[in-house]
């Protein structure tokens, strides 16, 4: 039976990696994948076409959505809710709440599988991941390490190397704009800003 699932986890967790090796194994067995993304990212290109791409350098094209687009049709006019098709959301804390409950939808036909962030840089739940928690079939996490060694869950926002709770809360980056850490890091971090 078809399933929606959300696989979450922090910054530099390698879950665009998770996504692309799910990919893989899917098409390894005579699975069609549709990978997709919002337009919102738009830091990959390949070659000039847009791609899901991990920080290990594993990459695949992919096709985007807007904000705007219901993805039960997008899914469906792609041609992509027979019996051996999957449908893998890289990024997808970027989803509306009705582009979730549209994929839920699409699950009643072909599994879905979405990677995303669980929350911002502020620990709020982003929309799309909340809507995902409340009625994925399947949770989990992909967990990452902190820079003391204990399991991290919040990501970090960088400005000029030191972390900040100010802004819009989608801003575009890597390593040099976030950083995984745990909550105990976090407050300490936030401590020494205020401090300063």
């Not at 990959?44 to 076409?49: F, H, R, S, V």
């Not at 709020?124 to 204990?150: M, P, Q, T």
């Not at 100010?166 to 575009?172: K, N, P, Q, V």
Request: with cysteine.
């Amino acid at each position: 039976m078809a399933k929606l699932y959300f696989k979450f986890g922090t910054m530099g967790s390698s879950k665009t990696a998770s996504a692309l090796m799910c990919k893989f194994n899917y098409e390894e067995r005579g699975f069609r994948v549709l990978l997709i993304k919002s337009c919102i990212d738009k830091r990959d290109e390949q070659n000039g076409e847009i791609v899901v791409k991990s920080r290990i350098g594993l990459w695949s094209k992919c096709y985007t959505f807007s904000c705007e687009q219901n993805l039960f049709e997008f899914v469906k006019d792609k041609g992509y809710l027979n019996s051996r098709d999957v449908v893998i959301v890289d990024e997808a804390q970027f989803l509306t709440k009705e582009q979730v409950e549209q994929l839920k939808e699409v699950s009643e036909f072909v599994p879905v599988l979405c990677y995303g962030l669980l929350t911002n840089f502020k620990t709020e739940l982003f929309e799309g991941s909340k809507r995902l928690v409340e009625i994925a079939d399947s949770l989990h996490e992909i967990k990452s390490v902190c820079r003391c060694g204990k399991k991290a869950n919040v990501n970090a926002r960088l400005i000029d190397g030191k972390i900040s709770v100010d802004g819009d809360e989608i801003l575009l980056g890597g390593n040099s704009s976030y950083e995984a850490v745990c909550f105990s890091c976090y407050e300490k971090l936030l401590k020494e800003v205020k401090k300063n």
